[in-house]
């Protein structure tokens, strides 16, 4: 690992003024559990290191007035996956913290760095996009919110400008007779995944599809939502032939590549298995059966 400088700015102005000082040379540190990594193999700026981790209002989980929760950037996995309202109305979030690496790694490791990380194997992205998740971005001078789809650009890039940081990620209140579920597939536990997939399910009064959304991650460049599923199932109950035009729909959507972990036409049939999987446990939560 190369020679650099480390900061620990104690406001966000601060950090953010310290790299456009040096925007091709600077880098940001949330939790580094991916940043030291990069830096050890030159796979990222090595020459002026800002740690966030003294920023004020970027960690914590706290309720909003209309609903839902705002989860600072730099709140740990630990303390989402022990959350005990998070695992009642997220249990699709809070399990897919539960896998990123061992314990050590979750009391380290950042919701925020894991999504800015942008890898399209990060497991917490998949839930986040199936829940219809947005996230807050600051310049400094403002801040401004998107749907998380749009913070991806493609395997370790973002949209950010250099400088921005994302400052939170805010998850919408759960709707009525809903339920949402996490699927892993890996090859060992503590392996990046093979193929993930996540699946947010509300359904009406007569238990039949109000709204349906599928999520999956390790089967292109970025996450990525099944489109047409909703649309195709509403009205409809969750049954078997639901069950399989998930199944069938997320394996054709799914565009991988195939490694040393798992052949492209392998993630493709694993995504179309995953993703019915979490259909079955997210009607399962919803009170839908299936």
């Known amino acids: 690992m190369h020679d650099f400088s480390y900061h620990t700015p104690a406001t966000l102005a601060e950090a953010i003024a310290l790299m456009q000082a040096d925007p091709a040379n600077s880098c940001y540190l949330a939790g580094g559990t991916d940043l030291y990594l990069a830096l050890e193999h030159g796979a990222a700026p090595a020459g002026v290191v800002i740690d966030l981790k003294g920023v004020a209002g970027l960690e914590g989980i706290v309720a909003l007035p209309e609903g839902g929760w705002r989860i600072g950037a730099l709140t740990r996995m630990a303390d989402i996956e022990h959350h005990a309202e998070l695992q009642r109305d997220y249990p699709s979030l809070c399990a897919a913290a539960e896998v990123v690496g061992g314990p050590p790694i979750r009391n380290r490791a950042t919701l925020g760095g894991n999504l800015c990380n942008a890898s399209p194997a990060a497991d917490t992205s998949t839930p986040l996009l199936a ?128 490694d040393v972990r798992a052949s492209a036409a392998y993630r493709a049939e694993m995504a179309g298995t995953l993703a019915m999987r979490a259909l079955q446990d997210a009607a399962a939560m919803a009170g839908g059966g299936s």
Do not use: H, Y
């Not at 940081?165 to 007779?177: F, H």
């Open 131 to 258: 829940l219809g998740t947005t996230v807050a971005v600051s310049d400094g001078e403002q801040e401004r919110t998107l749907p998380l789809a749009e913070l991806w650009r493609g395997p370790r890039q973002t949209t950010l400008a250099p400088s921005a940081v994302l400052t939170a990620i805010m998850l919408p209140p759960p709707a009525p007779r809903s339920g949402n579920a996490f699927q892993r597939l890996t090859r060992s536990a503590m392996d990046i995944a093979v193929v993930n997939a996540a699946v947010c399910l509300a359904l009406d009064e007569a238990g039949r599809v109000a709204s349906l959304r599928v999520a999956l991650g390790s089967v292109a460049p970025v996450v990525v939502l099944v489109e047409g599923l909703e649309s195709a199932l509403a009205g409809k109950p969750v049954d078997e032939a639901a069950c399989e035009q998930v199944r069938s729909r997320a394996q054709t959507a799914a565009r991988p590549i195939g």
